[in-house]
């Protein structure tokens, strides 16, 4: 049942117009709400206008929206801006999306920490703690996290953290207004930084290094073998229920087997450092550990997504 809180929420800004920013306004305006998105760059408004307009011509493919596709458009609102804490007064919930620095969060949350009370300000940083972001904050009662997941419009689950002071209120509308949106959100219970996704993927990530350095296993075979089982099982199955399945008993052997064998780096592999100073940082730049160099880059995200979606379907028919 949806409360009357809810109700009252109308308009959503966001700030940022990168790929997490698209994903996040396309969510709130598929749901019927309005929303503001701001930038700097007009070029990265336009894409992003550009690319909410090829998304939702992907969900109406696959059924996943009924309502007319323009109708949905007009409900989002782009204005660049290098002062967005003067658009804001109005708004109801204010999501940041910005690059991953600490000195720009928290210059611009100090900014917003002058709006009116009664909104609520998030932000949607993958890696730093809420006490950080807010940290130059008066009113961290309604500052509280939102992490999404690339691609934002598609995957269900949003990270809900927080801090310290942030209210119980502000906890619940936002864990509300995630599912009224058809998000499918999940309360991170105690700060740490990563949350809880972030580090899971950090914990293999680091293994992954190993293995790659190792000669354990190609790129091409690791990612093989990924998809056609333990990704293959997640789509359905959690960590939890799967060990449950495999039996607890067999779960622990094998832990004590495995564990003193692992990686225990504290950095990330040097075959990792050395393409990213040599300039491959993967779609962005046309090569990673494959090439996406002649347009492939960009045929590579819409097969993904088309995969993504039809997943989406199923997830949604079965949940």
Not at 60 to 85: C, F, G, M, P, W
Not at 143 to 150: A, D, E, K, T, V
Request: aromatic share 6%; hydrophobic share 40%.
């Amino acid at each position: 049942m949806v409360s009357q809180q809810i109700k009252q929420i109308k308009r959503v800004a966001v700030i940022g117009a990168g790929v997490m920013g698209e994903g996040i306004a396309q969510g709130f305006a598929q749901a019927g709400l309005q929303v503001d998105v701001y930038d700097i760059s007009e070029e990265a408004l336009v894409r992003c206008e550009n690319g909410i307009a090829r998304n939702l011509e992907q969900f109406k493919k696959h059924q996943l929206i009924t309502e007319n596709r323009e109708y949905i458009l007009q409900r989002i609102s782009y204005t660049a801006t290098t002062d967005v804490a003067e658009y804001l007064s109005s708004t109801d919930v204010v999501i940041e999306v910005l690059p991953e620095l600490i000195e720009l969060k928290q210059s611009l949350f100090e900014r917003l920490d002058k709006l009116p009370e009664n909104i609520i300000l998030a932000t949607n940083t993958s890696s730093m703690t809420v006490s950080e972001v807010g940290a130059k904050m008066a009113t961290q009662h309604r500052l509280i996290g939102l992490h999404y997941f690339n691609p934002a419009h598609i995957i269900p689950a949003v990270e809900v953290h927080k801090c310290a002071q942030t209210s119980q209120q502000t906890i619940d509308l936002t864990l509300e207004l995630m599912k009224s949106i058809g998000k499918q959100p999940v309360l991170v219970r105690k700060e740490i930084p990563g949350f809880i996704i972030n580090r899971l993927t950090g914990a293999m990530e680091r293994e992954i290094d190993y293995l790659l350095e190792q000669g354990v296993v190609s790129p091409e075979d690791l990612d093989t073998a990924v998809k056609a089982s333990y990704g293959f099982r997640l789509a359905c199955l959690g960590p939890m229920e799967a060990e449950d399945m495999i039996g607890l008993d067999t779960a622990a052997r094998a832990s004590a087997n495995i564990f003193p064998t692992l990686s225990k780096a504290d950095l990330p592999s040097q075959q990792l450092i050395d393409k990213v100073e040599r300039g491959e940082l993967g779609l962005k730049s046309g090569e990673g550990w494959y090439q996406y160099h002649d347009g492939r880059g960009d045929k590579k995200v819409a097969i993904n997504n088309e995969r993504l979606l039809r997943q989406l379907k199923l997830f949604i028919a079965n949940n």
